[in-house]
């Protein structure tokens, strides 16, 4: 008998630990607003950019591969010295909202200093336009990068209910500007939409 209650709790333990998707780190908590759309979002080959209530942008890969290829071409481009360690924390976070120039002393931070790091947000203005390219604007070279590390990579955004408006149109500015013109505004689900509603 003693026997069979350790095999059961074992098998218990094992379908328990192989069936719940363990939720990734986030660096900002988002309460996006809610609306009656019931169109689910995909949970890969996505970009996603997020807008905190403070109107600091976040931005993240879903997938951990399309991750450690756009930390790769980051150190590549900006030279950066990040060791094993911060890359593996960079593959296991949803979002980031740290500059480039502050990357890489952020990831070598411990967990508790981490945690106590306020993240200052990407910037999403450009401070000036130099042959097409904008420059200053952080966001445009996340979306670059994240472009060449999936050609397939959908764009989604996801904005706090409090977020500041003119930091949202700066985001969807940045993206018409990069002749990105697809990508999907992330909510809420209220409800779903009644028969006439659907009609409209």
Sequence with gaps: MTAMVDVAFLLLTFFILTTTKFREDKSVEISPPSSISD???PDKELFSIAVDKDGKVFVGFS???TRQKALQRIINEKQLQITENGAAFFSSVENTGVPFDQLAGFLELSSEEREN???PGISAV???TVDG???GNELSEWLRIARFSDPKMRI???GDAQAPYAVIADVISTLQDMNLNKFNLVTDLEGKPTEEEGEE
Excluded: P, S
Aim: no cysteine.
């Design 156 to 158: 989604a955004i996801t």
């Design 117 to 119: 790091f306020e993240q």
């Design 133 to 135: 390219v904008l420059k």
């Design 39 to 41: 169109v689910q979002m």
């Design 63 to 65: 997938d951990i591969g």
């Design 126 to 128: 450009a401070t000036d």
